[in-house]
């Protein structure tokens, strides 16, 4: 008998998916109490690292989400090598492409000093606003939110460019890929910056003073990945010098970002409290692509066969993406 633990919020029509499953038992805890993850040969949840060592019987996990820096970079934490981590890459994509492109366009035409002059009481003309048609946009992580994204700027004509750890051409709807080491000859040419790094040993400050002085002073910078990725006190200073033009975050290190870093007081910044992928339990498309994978998972994981997502713990990728 498999002992299931289901630790994430459940709605009726889920249950289906895998409770008629043959040899398991299915135990349902948000809170992954210790007697429960005890229990447990298979968890669907989001387990604190420092309780994986309560984990005795544990060979799968299940991430519902896509970041596994808690797991992977932790020097704290071993996850523990005989335990196989997927995570629920795939899901997210489509819904922080969206933010992504409003936060572009809300930039281009300079939304965030119109709403300052707003509260201010008063209103002046900053300008034509930009345009994102025809533009470069360089997407540094080209995963699945990378892609979303580059899918979404197609019908604007831009020329997209991927970032990678492999130097492979991804073909649509990419025109051209390169890797890391090349970053400091794309800048210069870049209208969008996309930044949507995961959090990983080698991400770390992959954006910092050098690569943002070789940014156009026109460009915009956005940030969905993770805040490690960029240096942000340097990314401060850069927006004070006015290259690059203006910058969206959805992530920050620290995180939340201190009420008095100068970041905040930026005019030409846009903050928001990492919500664009806020989504799993919120938005039905993304739920039902996280249960579907947790079930179809499921049945690979009985039949012993290779699972979805599966993800290497040393590097922080999934292992399609090695």
């Known amino acids: 008998m498999t002992h299931v633990l289901i630790g994430v919020p459940v709605r009726q029509e889920d249950k289906p998916l895998w409770e008629n499953m043959p040899g398991c038992e299915f135990r349902y805890d948000e809170a992954l109490s210790e007697e429960n993850l005890a229990w447990a040969d298979v968890i669907f949840g989001a387990v604190p690292g420092k309780k994986l060592s309560l984990c005795t019987q544990l060979k799968w996990l299940q991430y519902p989400f896509a970041g596994v820096e808690r797991y992977c970079l932790r020097n704290d934490i071993t996850f523990p090598a005989h335990v196989t981590l997927t995570n629920a890459t795939g899901a997210f994509g489509p819904c922080i492409a969206e933010y992504v492109l409003a936060a572009v366009l809300g930039l281009y035409n300079k939304f965030p000093q119109y709403r300052d002059m707003q509260r201010a009481g008063g209103f002046s ?118 290259r690059p033009g203006a910058a969206a975050l959805d992530v920050t290190q620290p995180e939340p970002l201190p009420a008095d870093h100068p970041l905040r007081q930026c005019p030409t910044a846009f903050i928001t409290p990492h919500i664009a992928g806020i989504s799993f339990g919120h938005r039905p498309e993304v739920t039902d692509f996280v249960m579907n994978l947790f079930a179809r998972n499921l049945q690979r994981f009985l039949a012993g066969q290779p699972l979805r997502n599966e993800v290497d713990t040393m590097l922080g990728y999934t292992k399609k993406d090695t």
């Open 125 to 242: 003309d900053l300008g034509m606003p930009l345009s994102l048609y025809g533009d470069t946009v360089l997407v540094v992580g080209a995963g699945n939110i990378g892609t979303a994204f580059a899918r979404l700027t197609r019908p604007f004509g831009c020329r997209n460019i991927a970032v990678r750890r492999r130097k492979a051409p991804l073909g649509e709807p990419f025109d051209e890929t390169y890797t890391l080491r090349e970053l400091p000859a794309l800048l210069p040419q870049a209208d969008v910056v996309l930044c949507a790094l995961p959090s990983t040993r080698e991400t770390q400050h992959v954006m910092g003073a050098e690569q943002f002085a070789l940014m156009k002073k026109a460009s915009v910078f956005i940030n969905v990945g993770r805040g490690s990725a960029v240096d942000t006190d340097a990314l401060a200073a850069a927006l004070r010098a006015g």
